[in-house]
């Protein structure tokens, strides 16, 4: 079974960031666009642990994701909580919505998964036309510094009740020519009815800098507002250039 097929699961193994993103979100909006309450569209859900804490504070809410199963979790998570959004199956690389949103967001390298410029640009023209003039586009993602380890290996714990699921990321293949690279996600989960593990290999696309900024000229429907790290820090702007790593970028609907 890959991690995805348990949304549940992998959600929990990020859920330690989904405040301070969310917190992250509504500070852009109010910055940018004078509210914090802005329409949002999540692409790329997963298991919809920020669609769940924004629909919670009280905004309107879209997401969509690729995968069913975590369609159909996102959705009882809603319902279970009481809490409303519309949630659907579609393609990042082609999506259509009949209203217009105020912010759109894409955080923690799911953007990777399209492994092709062509995927990258149809899915940023996409977003761009789901967005209303001077809308928003938040999307974050790790870009590759010139000297960074290609034999990488990351591993975390996060621990809720009774459970704990420990997930380790290990890089299996990486070629820069090509700018794609192959991730193995591991987890394991401590439950109290036993343990469970998943594995999933992906293939992600690599970004520089210099990389992204040409990807970006690409799609004039958008303009570079600002740049941030994971810190979630609104007010802290980098330079995009190559000591960064951890990306954050703020993209507005021209």
């Not at 193995?184 to 593990?197: Q, W």
């Not at 958008?222 to 740049?227: D, G, H, N, P």
């Amino acid at each position: 079974m890959e991690c995805y097929d348990r949304p549940d699961l992998w959600d929990l193994a990020f859920s330690d960031e989904t405040v301070f993103e969310a917190d992250f979100l509504q500070a852009i909006a109010t910055k940018w666009l004078g509210t914090d309450r802005p329409t949002v569209l999540e692409t790329g859900c997963g298991g919809g642990r920020q669609t769940v804490e924004l629909a919670r504070r009280g905004l309107s809410v879209t997401a969509f994701d690729l995968n069913p199963s975590c369609v159909r979790h996102t959705q009882r998570q809603l319902r279970r909580r009481g809490l409303t959004a519309g949630v659907h199956t579609a393609d990042m690389t082609d999506f259509r919505f009949p209203q217009t949103f105020d912010l759109a967001h894409c955080l923690v390298n799911t953007f990777r998964h399209l492994t092709s410029e062509q995927a990258a640009r149809s899915h940023l023209q996409s977003a761009a036309a789901a967005l209303r003039p001077g809308g928003l586009y938040v999307l974050g993602f790790h870009l590759l510094p010139p000297d960074a380890a290609e034999d990488d290996c990351e591993r975390w714990t996060i621990r809720s009740g009774r459970r704990r699921v420990t997930v380790t990321v290990r890089v299996l293949d990486f070629n820069r020519r090509t700018r794609l690279e192959t991730v193995r996600f591991s987890l394991k989960a401590d439950l109290p009815t036993g343990i469970i593990r998943l594995r999933s290999d992906h293939v992600l696309r690599i970004y520089r800098a210099d990389q992204f900024r040409r990807l970006l000229a690409s799609v004039p429907e958008f303009e570079l507002l600002s740049v941030h790290d994971f810190c979630y820090e609104p007010d802290n702007c980098l330079p995009l250039n190559d000591q960064l790593g951890d990306a954050v970028f703020v993209l507005r609907r021209r």
